[in-house]
């Protein structure tokens, strides 16, 4: 990561150290005299790399918009990207674009892209553009086998195979149970029904199994951990309903336990009802504010026109959030999807229904202490079948052939024929074509 070379990709499990080596990697390049500019794909895993490694992060996609990057939906739905020059009046701001402000890459700058198995194709290519004309070098250093970017997957696999480096780490330190944590690598690297059928019956034969007999009872499981466990826990499902009805659960709970006080009321997404002592999550980045997407906080505070937080990893960081923003984008967030879990680390995980192979690998390598997967199944042998059916569904990391096919429907769907009578949206032939398939 410290070399001259132009392309490095570094692969690390989860629990492998991957913020120890960012640490040395920085301290490697400060001695060259060389700067490091460390990104993420999402505004909260910018603020967690940069808690960790000691340097100031931000979003991938704030670099690429300092070197005129526009992204927005096109006609038929799908995401369009465009390109500033230097003199042209962007939309947005209704300004000249002047050029880069923010990070003026050099020959030699290092750009780091933290939690890289989770940056689409499309950002990724524009980074290229931009590294391309700069000489800057970058090094993607992630995991595609953990949670994938919500567009098309492919980047890190695609940069990997033309990488001047590719390191993949191949111990992990996370766990309290160092017999645990190679017990991960074999569930990450489950692919047959042979592989994932021995890791589930290890997993078994550890405790790290817990059969239930109703989707009731695996929520009430969920609860009892999430109030009884000591220090943090983190619940991870398969579906935003799912999770909906824990958070829901727990709140009631500990209402009744006098956990929450109930003298102030206001209302999050859809609704939901949110109380002083809560974990909720805010959904939107505001700069105003300074929260970020998927960041969790505990409510300490709520008069009639704000809430007040405190960051539920680092009681120092507090906020404030206006209550029309938490109407729109907050919500309880005792339980959560794989995306709102990722990049975190907790003492205990519970991984409840419906998750895939990324949802199941992420869920049970964020507990120190303990990790457990939660399935609803009539015998011990069903249990095992239903854990490792998990473990292979999901194509974590596509190949470079199926990126190539994805990329084609996006190009058919951007071709669709638009009615000429109208434009696209009105009247019912106005679009013709086949929906979208696949992510």
Request: include cysteine.
């Amino acid at each position: 990561m410290a070399s001259t070379s132009r392309l490095v990709s570094v692969i690390g499990p989860a629990g492998s150290g991957k913020a120890t080596l960012l640490r040395i990697a920085r301290d490697a390049l400060a001695l060259q005299q060389r700067r490091v500019i460390l990104v993420a794909p999402t505004k909260k895993a910018a603020i967690v790399a940069e808690r960790e490694v000691g340097v100031t992060a931000s979003s991938l996609h704030a670099l690429l918009a300092d070197y005129g990057w526009r992204w927005g939906d096109d006609a038929a739905g799908g995401q369009r990207w465009s390109r500033l020059r230097v003199g042209d009046v962007d939309d947005e701001t209704g300004r000249r674009y002047l050029g880069p402000q923010r990070f003026p890459l050099r020959r030699g700058d290092r750009v780091i892209v933290d939690e890289a198995g989770m940056v689409d194709l499309q950002s990724t290519d524009a980074l290229a553009s931009v590294l391309q004309e700069t000489g800057a070098g970058i090094a993607m250093i992630g995991d595609p086998r953990q949670a994938a970017p919500v567009g098309h997957v492919g980047a890190m696999a695609l940069l990997t195979r033309h990488a001047d480096h590719v390191v993949e780490l191949r111990s992990v330190h996370r766990f309290a149970d160092p017999a645990y944590g190679q017990l991960t690598l074999r569930l990450r690297q489950a692919s047959t029904t042979a592989e994932a059928e021995r890791v589930a019956r290890e997993l078994d034969s550890a405790g790290h199994i817990r059969r239930v007999d109703s989707v009731d009872a695996a929520h009430e499981a969920m609860v009892d951990e999430w109030c009884t466990r000591e220090g943090r826990v983190a619940l991870v499902v398969g579906t935003n309903d799912d999770a909906d009805a824990i958070n829901e659960a727990i709140q009631r709970r500990r209402v009744e336990e006098g956990d929450l006080q109930t003298g102030a009321v206001a209302l999050g997404r859809s609704g939901q009802r949110m109380l002083v002592g809560d974990v909720i999550q805010t959904r939107r980045n505001d700069p105003a504010a300074d929260v970020q997407n998927r960041a969790t906080w505990i409510i300490t505070g709520i008069d009639d026109d704000r809430l007040a937080l405190t960051n539920l990893s680092d009681s120092t960081e507090r906020r404030t959030i206006r209550i029309d923003y938490a109407a729109e984008h907050a919500h309880l967030a005792y339980a959560s999807t794989v995306h709102g879990i990722q990049g975190e680390t907790v003492d205990v995980s519970i991984v409840g229904l419906g998750v895939d192979a990324a949802g199941l690998y992420v869920g049970l390598t964020r507990g120190r202490r303990w990790n457990e997967a939660i399935v609803v199944a009539s015998s011990a042998e069903l249990a095992r079948e239903e854990l490792s059916d998990a473990m292979r569904r999901g194509v974590p990391e596509p190949t470079i052939e199926d990126s190539r096919r994805a990329a084609q429907m996006d190009l058919s769907r951007a071709a669709r024929r638009v009615d000429a009578t109208g434009p696209v949206g009105l009247g019912p032939k106005s679009v013709v074509g086949s929906p979208r398939l696949g992510r």
